[in-house]
C-alpha cells in the first residue's frame, strides 16, 4: 500500500486536469494532498492531551483550585501566546496550539480582561517587529556563516503593561490568573541578568497589585524548567502555583481542565527546585557565568540535583518528585521481598479523599553505606503510578528494583562495586515525603563489573566533599518534612522493619572485553556491500546534505542518507526533528520543476528574514499543488516525565511512530536525554530530569512505543554531557570518571539496554578533551563492547570539520553517520584510507551499520516494490 499511495501522489501531480500544471515531482514523498483533518491527527490530539493533563504540577494550593468556570480575570505574558515548546529543531509544526485563553472559554469561563490581553497583543506585534528589524541588521553577508547563532537568540515575549485599578474594576470578578512565560531553546542559556530565570519588575509590580486585589490569586509558570518562586515570600496572599511547563498543542486546555476540577494535577517535579539559584552546586561556574565558556568543570561530581541537596543538608523550595493533589492520599506497605538479586516492593495506596478522583506516585528510594566511596544520600530506584482512584478506592502498586541499581563505579581500579553495609530502603511520594520500609545488608564487598578507563580526565577535577554523617537521612531515620505533602506513609510497625541479608556472590562479574566491533552482516547487506567501491561506502557514511538527489523525501525533514546510490540499490531515509514531535513541512508547493518548498518557515526564527529570503526559500501559498503534514506537538521531554507515568510515555512514542509512518520518516532525533545539571540550559525543556533513572526509563518508554511501527526508530541524544548551550560546538566538559558513569551515562545506558534504539546521536561538545565523535572510548569501548549496542550512531548537524572532529576519525572510532553531509566529507574519509589514517574496514564496518537501518526501513520495502514494478 505504501508504494500504491507514493505513486498516486505523483500520478495525480503529473495529470492534474485544472490547466495550470502538469509535472511529476522530484522525489516519492508520503504527505496528503488535502488539509482534512485526519483520524491519526485527531488521536495525536488525544494523547497530547492525556500527557498534557497528567504532566501538570501543582506547586502551591490553599484550597483555591480547583474553581467553578465563572467570570475571571486572566493577564500576563502567556495567557493567548502561550509557549508550547522551546525554539529551535525541537519546535514542531503542529496545526494548532490551543491557548490558554482559549482553553478557559471553552471550559466555560469569562474572561473580563480582554482590554489587558488586547493591549498585550500590540506590544507583542509592536516588539515583534522591532525584533525583526535587529535581527536583518545582523543578517549582513559577512555574518551569514554564523547563521545558527541568530537562532540562539529568539524573539523575547514582552512582559505587558501594568494591571490597573481601572483593569480590575471592569473585570467583575474576584479571581485572577496570572501566567508568566518564558522562551528558551538551542544555542544558548538562560540569562540570569535578563530575567529569563526570574520575574521582571514589571511582572513583580503586577503581582503584587493584583494579590492585593483579587481574593483568588493564581500563577501559572508557563517555562520549560526550573523558576525563580523568590516571590512568594515577598507576596504572601498567592493562593495558587501551577508548573504547567510547555505542553505542546493541546496545553491550553489541560490547564484550564486542571483549574476547573475536570482532572486532579498528578505531576511530580523531575528536578530540585531551590530556593535561590545559588544553591545549586557550582553555580557560579556554569556556563557564561565565570567567563570561561571553553572549560566546563564538573566540579558537583555525583552530588547533582536532590542528591546534592539532600547530602548537604540544603533545604530546596519544592523537593525531587513533589507535586500537590485535590486529594489526599496513603500508602501502606504491603510487602518486600529479596529474589535472589530483585528487591520486591508491594505498596497498598489508597485515596482517603471524600470528593476527588486522583493519581499518585510511588517513589522508592535507597540509601547506600559510605564506604571507600563516599555516597549521595539517596538515590531514586523505582516509580509506579496508580491508575486513577475513586474517593475511597485502594490499588496495590508492585515496585521492583535490581541490586546492580546500588552500585557505584571505583576509579582506582575501573571497578563497578557493592560496598559492604546497610542499604536503607525507603517509599515515599517525593525525596523528602518517604518512611522506611526495608534495610538490606551485605557483608562483604561485591565487584559487578571491571572496565577499562574511559574519557580520564587529564587533571582530575576537584570535587565537592561531605564527610559528616548523613543526619537528614539517617540509616533508621527518615525524611519527612512539610512541604503541603497530600500522602502519608504508613509503616505498620517501624520497630520491626523487615531486613535481608545479601548473598555473597550473588551477582557474577562482568569483566567487559573490548576491541573493534564485527562488521555486520546479513544476506542483503552482504550482497549490496560487496557491490560498493570504497568512494560508494564513503557515501553511505556520509548524509545526503541540505539539497540534492533524493529517493524519497519528507518536506521540512532535518536530514537524510545520501540519495546518490540509488541506482545501486540503496535508497535514501529520512530524519525528522524531535523531541516533542516530528517537525516537518505543514504545508509545502510543489514548483513546475517538481521542486517541494515548505510554504511557512520550518524554525520559527526563519520568519524573520527578509522577505527577499523568505521569497527564494519558501514555497508559493497560492500554488495549485500543495501538500500537507499535520503533525502533532506533544508536551515537551520535562513535562512529560512530570507526568512519571512510563505508559503514557510509550503511548506517546506510538503516536510519533505512527504519524513516522504516514509521512515516511526513518528516524527521528529523539528523545533527547541529557541531565539537567543546571536549571540555565537552553535546552532544558527538551529533556528530562536531573536523575539518571528518570531519564532512562522514559527514553526507553518512549523508544518502545516510536519502534512498535515496523521501520521506525528513534535516535538517542546527546551522547553525552551536552548540558550547556553557550559555546556548544567547542566547549570541553571536564568530568571525572565516576560522575561520568553515575550521572551523565547512566540514562543512555538503561535507553539501550532496555529499549534497543535503532540509533543514537553524538553531541557537538568535548569530553576530558576530545570531541565525543572522536571518542573510540565512548563510542566503541562503551557504547557496543559494554552496552551491546547494536545500532548506528550519527554526528549532531555540522559537528565535525575544520574547526571540530575530524570526519574520518569520527568513522574511526565508531560514529557512523556524518551528518548533514558534503562531498568535500567524502573526499575526507577517501583521502584518509589512502593515506593510511583509518582502515577501509571501518568505513565499511560504518556503512553496514547505516545500511542495516536504510534495508529495515519501510522506505526500502518501497524502493523494492518500485523496482519489480518497473522491472528493474
Given at each position: 500500500?505504501?508504494?500504491?499511495?507514493?505513486?498516486?501522489?505523483?500520478h495525480?501531480?503529473?495529470?492534474?486536469?485544472?490547466?495550470?500544471?502538469t509535472m511529476?515531482t522530484?522525489?516519492?514523498?508520503?504527505?496528503a494532498l488535502?488539509?482534512?483533518?485526519t483520524p491519526l491527527?485527531?488521536?495525536?490530539?488525544e494523547?497530547?492531551?492525556q500527557?498534557a493533563v497528567?504532566?501538570?504540577?501543582?506547586?502551591e494550593?490553599?484550597?483555591?483550585?480547583?474553581?467553578?468556570p465563572?467570570?475571571?480575570?486572566?493577564y500576563?505574558a502567556g495567557v493567548?501566546?502561550t509557549i508550547?515548546?522551546?525554539t529551535?529543531?525541537?519546535e514542531?509544526?503542529?496545526?494548532?496550539a490551543?491557548?490558554?485563553?482559549?482553553?478557559m472559554?471553552?471550559a466555560?469561563?469569562k474572561?473580563?480582561t480582554m482590554?489587558?490581553?488586547?493591549d498585550?497583543?500590540?506590544?507583542?506585534?509592536e516588539?515583534?517587529?522591532?525584533y525583526?528589524?535587529e535581527?536583518?541588521?545582523?543578517?549582513?553577508?559577512?555574518?551569514?556563516?554564523?547563521?545558527?547563532?541568530?537562532?540562539s537568540s529568539?524573539?523575547?515575549?514582552?512582559y505587558?503593561?501594568a494591571v490597573?485599578q481601572?483593569?480590575?474594576?471592569k473585570?467583575?470578578?474576584?479571581?485572577?490568573?496570572?501566567?508568566?512565560s518564558?522562551q528558551?531553546?538551542e544555542?544558548?542559556?538562560?540569562?540570569?541578568?535578563?530575567?529569563?530565570?526570574?520575574l521582571a519588575e514589571i511582572e513583580?509590580v503586577n503581582?503584587?497589585f493584583?494579590?492585593e486585589?483579587?481574593e483568588h490569586?493564581?500563577?501559572v509558570?508557563?517555562?520549560?524548567g526550573?523558576f525563580?518562586?523568590?516571590?512568594l515570600?515577598?507576596?504572601?496572599?498567592i493562593?495558587?502555583v501551577?508548573?504547567m511547563?510547555?505542553l505542546g498543542?493541546m496545553?491550553?486546555q489541560?490547564?484550564?481542565?486542571?483549574?476547573?476540577?475536570?482532572?486532579?494535577p498528578?505531576?511530580?517535579?523531575?528536578?530540585t527546585?531551590?530556593?535561590?539559584?545559588?544553591?545549586?552546586?557550582?553555580s557560579?561556574?556554569?556556563?557564561y557565568l565565570n567567563?570561561?565558556?571553553?572549560?566546563?568543570?564538573y566540579?558537583?561530581?555525583?552530588y547533582?540535583?536532590?542528591?546534592?541537596f539532600?547530602t548537604f543538608h540544603v533545604a530546596?523550595?519544592?523537593?525531587?518528585?513533589?507535586?500537590?493533589?485535590?486529594?489526599?492520599?496513603?500508602?501502606?506497605?504491603?510487602?518486600?521481598r529479596?529474589e535472589r538479586?530483585t528487591?520486591?516492593i508491594?505498596?497498598?495506596v489508597?485515596?482517603?479523599g471524600?470528593?476527588?478522583s486522583g493519581k499518585?506516585?510511588v517513589?522508592i528510594?535507597v540509601?547506600?553505606?559510605?564506604?571507600?566511596?563516599?555516597?549521595?544520600a539517596?538515590?531514586?530506584t523505582?516509580?509506579?503510578?496508580?491508575?486513577n482512584?475513586?474517593?475511597?478506592?485502594?490499588?496495590?502498586?508492585v515496585l521492583?528494583?535490581d541490586?546492580r541499581?546500588l552500585?557505584?563505579?571505583?576509579?582506582?581500579?575501573?571497578?563497578t562495586v557493592?560496598?559492604?553495609?546497610?542499604?536503607?530502603?525507603?517509599?515515599?511520594?517525593?525525596?523528602?515525603n518517604?518512611r522506611?520500609?526495608?534495610?538490606?545488608?551485605?557483608?562483604t564487598?561485591?565487584?559487578t563489573?571491571?572496565?577499562?578507563?574511559?574519557?580520564k580526565?587529564?587533571?582530575?577535577?576537584?570535587?565537592?566533599?561531605?564527610?559528616e554523617?548523613?543526619?537528614?537521612?539517617h540509616?533508621t531515620g527518615?525524611?519527612?518534612q512539610?512541604?503541603?505533602?497530600?500522602c502519608?506513609i504508613i509503616i505498620?510497625?517501624?520497630e520491626k522493619?523487615?531486613s535481608?541479608?545479601?548473598?555473597p556472590?550473588?551477582i557474577?562479574?562482568v569483566?567487559h572485553?573490548?576491541?573493534?566491533?564485527e562488521?555486520?552482516?546479513?544476506?542483503e547487506?552482504?550482497?549490496?556491500l560487496?557491490?560498493?567501491?570504497?568512494?560508494?561506502?564513503?557515501e553511505?557514511?556520509v548524509?545526503?546534505?541540505?539539497s540534492?538527489?533524493?529517493?524519497?523525501?519528507?518536506?521540512?525533514?532535518a536530514?537524510v542518507?545520501?540519495?546518490?546510490?540509488?541506482?545501486k540499490?540503496i535508497p535514501?531515509?529520512v530524519?525528522a526533528?524531535g523531541p516533542?514531535?516530528l517537525?516537518?513541512h505543514?504545508i509545502?508547493?510543489?514548483?513546475i520543476?517538481?521542486?517541494?518548498?515548505?510554504?511557512?518557515?520550518?524554525?520559527?526564527f526563519?520568519?524573520?528574514l527578509p522577505?527577499?529570503?523568505?521569497k527564494?526559500m519558501l514555497?508559493?501559498?497560492d500554488s495549485k499543488?500543495?501538500?500537507?503534514?499535520?503533525?502533532?506537538?506533544?508536551p515537551?521531554?520535562?513535562s512529560l516525565?512530570s507526568?512519571?507515568?512510563?505508559?503514557l510515555a510509550?503511548?506517546v512514542?506510538?503516536?510519533v511512530?505512527?504519524?513516522?509512518?504516514?509521512y515516511?520518516?526513518?528516524y527521528w532525533?529523539a528523545?533527547g536525554m541529557n541531565i539537567?545539571r543546571?536549571p540555565?540550559?537552553?535546552?532544558?525543556f527538551?529533556?528530562f530530569?536531573e536523575?539518571?533513572l528518570l531519564?532512562?526509563?522514559?527514553?526507553?518508554?518512549i523508544?518502545k512505543?516510536v519502534q512498535k511501527n515496523?521501520?521506525?526508530y528513534?535516535t538517542?541524544?546527546h551522547y553525552?554531557?551536552?548540558?550547556?548551550?553557550?559555546n556548544?560546538?567547542k566547549?570541553?566538559?571536564?568530568?571525572?570518571?565516576r560522575a561520568?558513569?553515575e550521572?551523565?551515562?547512566?540514562?543512555?545506558?538503561?535507553?539501550v539496554?532496555?529499549?534497543?534504539?535503532?540509533?543514537?546521536?553524538s553531541s557537538?561538545?568535548?569530553?576530558n578533551?576530545k570531541?565525543v565523535?572522536n571518542?573510540?572510548?565512548?563510542?566503541t569501548?562503551v557504547?557496543?563492547?559494554?552496552w551491546g549496542?547494536d545500532?548506528?550512531?550519527?554526528?549532531?548537524?555540522?559537528?565535525?570539520?575544520?574547526?571540530y572532529?575530524d570526519?574520518?576519525?569520527?568513522?574511526?572510532?565508531?560514529?557512523?553517520?556524518?551528518?548533514p553531509?558534503s562531498s568535500?566529507?567524502?573526499?575526507?574519509?577517501?583521502k584518509?584510507?589512502?593515506?593510511?589514517?583509518?582502515?577501509?574496514?571501518?568505513v565499511?564496518?560504518?556503512a553496514a551499520n547505516v545500511?542495516k537501518?536504510i534495508?529495515?526501513?519501510?522506505?526500502?520495502?518501497g524502493?523494492?516494490?518500485?523496482?519489480?514494478?518497473?522491472?528493474?
Amino acid at each position: 500500500m505504501w508504494q500504491e499511495h507514493c505513486v498516486h501522489i505523483c500520478h495525480h501531480l503529473e495529470n492534474r486536469k485544472d490547466g495550470i500544471i502538469t509535472m511529476r515531482t522530484r522525489s516519492i514523498h508520503k504527505a496528503a494532498l488535502t488539509d482534512a483533518v485526519t483520524p491519526l491527527e485527531e488521536a495525536g490530539k488525544e494523547i497530547a492531551y492525556q500527557a498534557a493533563v497528567e504532566g501538570i504540577v501543582l506547586l502551591e494550593n490553599d484550597g483555591c483550585l480547583p474553581l467553578k468556570p465563572g467570570k475571571i480575570a486572566l493577564y500576563g505574558a502567556g495567557v493567548k501566546m502561550t509557549i508550547k515548546g522551546g525554539t529551535g529543531s525541537g519546535e514542531v509544526n503542529e496545526r494548532h496550539a490551543v491557548s490558554i485563553l482559549e482553553g478557559m472559554e471553552d471550559a466555560g469561563f469569562k474572561i473580563t480582561t480582554m482590554n489587558w490581553i488586547d493591549d498585550y497583543d500590540q506590544s507583542f506585534q509592536e516588539g515583534e517587529r522591532a525584533y525583526a528589524e535587529e535581527f536583518r541588521k545582523k543578517l549582513s553577508p559577512k555574518n551569514l556563516s554564523d547563521f545558527m547563532n541568530l537562532m540562539s537568540s529568539p524573539y523575547r515575549y514582552p512582559y505587558g503593561r501594568a494591571v490597573l485599578q481601572e483593569d480590575v474594576e471592569k473585570s467583575e470578578t474576584d479571581t485572577c490568573i496570572y501566567v508568566i512565560s518564558r522562551q528558551a531553546g538551542e544555542g544558548a542559556d538562560r540569562k540570569l541578568s535578563e530575567n529569563e530565570y526570574g520575574l521582571a519588575e514589571i511582572e513583580r509590580v503586577n503581582l503584587t497589585f493584583c494579590a492585593e486585589q483579587y481574593e483568588h490569586m493564581i500563577v501559572v509558570i508557563n517555562v520549560g524548567g526550573q523558576f525563580d518562586l523568590n516571590f512568594l515570600h515577598e507576596i504572601p496572599s498567592i493562593n495558587a502555583v501551577i508548573f504547567m511547563g510547555q505542553l505542546g498543542t493541546m496545553g491550553g486546555q489541560a490547564v484550564a481542565d486542571i483549574v476547573c476540577g475536570k482532572h486532579t494535577p498528578s505531576g511530580k517535579l523531575t528536578d530540585t527546585w531551590a530556593k535561590h539559584y545559588r544553591d545549586y552546586p557550582a553555580s557560579d561556574d556554569y556556563s557564561y557565568l565565570n567567563g570561561n565558556l571553553d572549560e566546563e568543570y564538573y566540579r558537583e561530581g555525583i552530588y547533582v540535583g536532590y542528591r546534592y541537596f539532600d547530602t548537604f543538608h540544603v533545604a530546596p523550595r519544592y523537593p525531587f518528585g513533589y507535586g500537590l493533589s485535590y486529594t489526599e492520599f496513603e500508602m501502606h506497605l504491603a510487602g518486600m521481598r529479596l529474589e535472589r538479586t530483585t528487591v520486591e516492593i508491594s505498596v497498598d495506596v489508597k485515596n482517603k479523599g471524600e470528593v476527588y478522583s486522583g493519581k499518585e506516585v510511588v517513589q522508592i528510594y535507597v540509601s547506600c553505606p559510605d564506604g571507600e566511596l563516599k555516597k549521595e544520600a539517596q538515590r531514586l530506584t523505582s516509580f509506579a503510578k496508580t491508575k486513577n482512584l475513586k474517593p475511597g478506592e485502594e490499588e496495590r502498586i508492585v515496585l521492583q528494583f535490581d541490586l546492580r541499581d546500588l552500585t557505584s563505579y571505583r576509579e582506582k581500579d575501573t571497578a563497578t562495586v557493592l560496598e559492604p553495609g546497610e542499604y536503607v530502603v525507603r517509599i515515599g511520594n517525593s525525596s523528602r515525603n518517604t518512611r522506611v520500609c526495608g534495610i538490606l545488608k551485605l557483608e562483604t564487598e561485591m565487584i559487578t563489573e571491571k572496565h577499562s578507563h574511559i574519557c580520564k580526565a587529564p587533571l582530575r577535577v576537584t570535587e565537592l566533599e561531605w564527610q559528616e554523617e548523613k543526619e537528614l537521612l539517617h540509616a533508621t531515620g527518615d525524611c519527612r518534612q512539610n512541604w503541603g505533602r497530600t500522602c502519608e506513609i504508613i509503616i505498620d510497625d517501624v520497630e520491626k522493619i523487615q531486613s535481608f541479608q545479601i548473598e555473597p556472590g550473588i551477582i557474577p562479574e562482568v569483566d567487559h572485553e573490548y576491541g573493534p566491533v564485527e562488521i555486520y552482516s546479513s544476506e542483503e547487506t552482504d550482497r549490496i556491500l560487496e557491490s560498493l567501491t570504497l568512494r560508494d561506502m564513503a557515501e553511505l557514511v556520509v548524509g545526503g546534505g541540505m539539497s540534492g538527489h533524493r529517493f524519497f523525501e519528507a518536506p521540512g525533514a532535518a536530514g537524510v542518507t545520501t540519495g546518490n546510490l540509488t541506482a545501486k540499490g540503496i535508497p535514501n531515509v529520512v530524519m525528522a526533528d524531535g523531541p516533542a514531535g516530528l517537525r516537518l513541512h505543514k504545508i509545502s508547493s510543489v514548483s513546475i520543476t517538481g521542486k517541494v518548498k515548505g510554504i511557512e518557515p520550518n524554525i520559527s526564527f526563519m520568519k524573520y528574514l527578509p522577505e527577499p529570503v523568505k521569497k527564494v526559500m519558501l514555497g508559493n501559498p497560492d500554488s495549485k499543488n500543495l501538500l500537507y503534514q499535520f503533525t502533532t506537538a506533544f508536551p515537551v521531554g520535562i513535562s512529560l516525565a512530570s507526568s512519571w507515568n512510563l505508559q503514557l510515555a510509550e503511548e506517546v512514542g506510538n503516536a510519533v511512530g505512527k504519524e513516522m509512518e504516514a509521512y515516511g520518516v526513518t528516524y527521528w532525533l529523539a528523545p533527547g536525554m541529557n541531565i539537567h545539571r543546571n536549571p540555565l540550559c537552553g535546552r532544558n525543556f527538551e529533556y528530562f530530569s536531573e536523575d539518571p533513572l528518570l531519564t532512562g526509563e522514559f527514553a526507553a518508554a518512549i523508544t518502545k512505543g516510536v519502534q512498535k511501527n515496523r521501520g521506525c526508530y528513534v535516535t538517542l541524544k546527546h551522547y553525552c554531557c551536552n548540558n550547556q548551550e553557550d559555546n556548544r560546538n567547542k566547549t570541553n566538559a571536564n568530568v571525572n570518571e565516576r560522575a561520568l558513569r553515575e550521572i551523565y551515562l547512566k540514562g543512555f545506558e538503561i535507553a539501550v539496554k532496555e529499549s534497543h534504539p535503532g540509533a543514537v546521536m553524538s553531541s557537538y561538545n568535548k569530553v576530558n578533551g576530545k570531541y565525543v565523535n572522536n571518542s573510540y572510548r565512548l563510542l566503541t569501548q562503551v557504547l557496543r563492547n559494554e552496552w551491546g549496542f547494536d545500532g548506528f550512531v550519527m554526528t549532531d548537524w555540522f559537528a565535525t570539520g575544520r574547526k571540530y572532529g575530524d570526519p574520518a576519525h569520527a568513522i574511526a572510532s565508531g560514529n557512523d553517520l556524518i551528518m548533514p553531509g558534503s562531498s568535500g566529507t567524502v573526499d575526507d574519509i577517501v583521502k584518509a584510507v589512502s593515506k593510511g589514517i583509518i582502515l577501509e574496514e571501518d568505513v565499511k564496518r560504518s556503512a553496514a551499520n547505516v545500511l542495516k537501518g536504510i534495508i529495515s526501513s519501510r522506505i526500502y520495502q518501497g524502493y523494492l516494490r518500485k523496482q519489480r514494478e518497473s522491472g528493474v
